[in-house]
């Protein structure tokens, strides 16, 4: 069964004229995940008719505004929308203190529940799982903790001799925000979509190390060190007006590379 | 000297595919005074080209997130934006409370001054003065307390014989959320420029009530009680699709009316 992945915002820390902040909704086993939540998620998903009534689970890489600071306008407005299913959260623990005293002013008359799971970024573990979907964290380089997380899809496959088994593949792996780090590959070896972000290209290196982002150049030698099938590209620099130039730079090194724009949808 | 109004945002708390949340920017006497921030304000800002360096004051009417939630966002961005001179906000006490905990998280290291100014929302007062321009609050009708923002442009003219006389002119009222209120008419009598919230139809009459907005035909009812020049529709409810039912509510009772829609600039 074949997933998608959203893009709802690909732009880095200064918005632009034609990029948000990070956003993703990924579709996978027909279940909704929201992957980071950057000012205007809510807007773009509303634009795009999807069914927020359908999502439940909500992953925050790391806690810059820029991948957080549209949860509490689309928490609030569940609210409004009278949802009474729970939404969970699995996020830095300090994202619950700043957005507790936020929820109790704006949507204390809410009738659903919202559940914190704090997640330590420097691990690499499991931290959802359900019949068909497993999300681990993937620890990234960056100025604050940070992780990324690895969707795994598994499905019950009938084997030549009539009997049942499990085939689990890595289907999609959101990396960002990150310095270069092969640390990462174990994790993601073999993945079937990598996001990896390409905030700068190598001409602006120096800033890429200062700042701990990537470079096009590097987020391509990621998926080809980890036997990607396919990468996508994003978090760009506000400085970067012509985004081909991102494509241009990897392309070489990973030839299967693509472009996140907002409102496309990629299968994973 | 003629001003201007830019609409950012005119939907009401629930976004549609064609509303952002209030937001709108006044341009008096080449001052930029931003008057609410929902969620995406920064992005449509950025999107029009509008220089933020140039903004230096931003009113909030109320603490309804539609109303407010873009704040951090655009106050963080700023930091990064190397700015600073000081930004000054004018809003109910409790805005600063709310804040204060999410800038020393996300923007701790702003080389720019925050200032907070507390308003009565229930008392019609001076609230910002210059050389040229002067912000009253205006006293609205709500389930929170929540004012209304009046903009007079005073100029230097000469006289008949030769002397220097100060000309005042109310240039612009925002009147947004409320129910329909007779007591704000002494206020805005004569006002150039009205905004007043048309959340509803009289066709929803009861709910709004209910919910402490006004109709179409209320905000037109006001407009020509208090002789207002002009009438902006805004702060669509999202059960109305076709906004042009507003402004047929409204035109038989008050005849110069138009509807407010994101990215429009009317003269004031």
Redesign the interface.
């Known amino acids: 069964m074949k997933g998608t992945v959203t893009i709802l915002g690909c732009g880095s820390?200064?918005?632009?004229?034609t990029t948000?902040?990070s956003s993703q909704l990924v579709n996978l086993h027909d279940k909704y995940f929201l992957v980071d939540c950057g000012?205007?998620t809510?807007?773009t998903m509303?634009?795009l008719?999807v069914h927020t009534s359908r999502l439940y689970n909500i992953f925050i890489s790391h806690?810059?505004?820029d991948h957080c600071?549209?949860l509490?306008?689309l928490l609030?407005?569940l609210g409004?929308?009278k949802r009474t299913q729970p939404m969970h959260i699995y996020a830095h623990k300090?994202l619950e203190k700043?957005l507790t005293?936020?929820l109790e002013?704006?949507?204390n008359d809410r009738q659903y529940e919202i559940i914190f799971h704090a997640i330590n970024p420097r691990k690499n573990e499991v931290i959802y799982e359900d019949n068909n979907v497993t999300v681990e964290t993937i620890p990234l380089k960056h100025s604050v903790p940070t992780c990324g997380f690895l969707f795994k899809e598994s499905q019950r496959v009938q084997k030549e001799d009539g009997s049942f088994e499990r085939s689990v593949r890595k289907a999609y792996a959101y990396c960002s925000d990150t310095m270069y780090s092969e640390k990462i590959l174990p994790i993601i070896e073999g993945v079937g979509t990598l996001y990896h972000e390409s905030t700068f290209l190598e001409s602006m290196g120096a800033r890429s190390k200062e700042v701990q982002h990537s470079t096009a150049a590097q987020a391509a030698t990621i998926a080809q060190k980890a036997n990607a099938g396919k990468l996508i590209l994003g978090h760009y620099s506000a400085r970067v007006e012509d985004h081909n130039l991102f494509l241009q730079e990897a392309q070489p090194i990973f030839d299967n590379c693509v472009l996140a724009e907002e409102n496309l949808t990629f299968e994973i």
């Open positions: 820390a200064k918005p632009t004229k948000s902040p000012e205007g809510l807007l509303q634009r008719g806690l810059h505004g600071f549209g509490i306008g609030t407005t409004m929308l300090d700043l005293p936020l002013y704006h949507a």
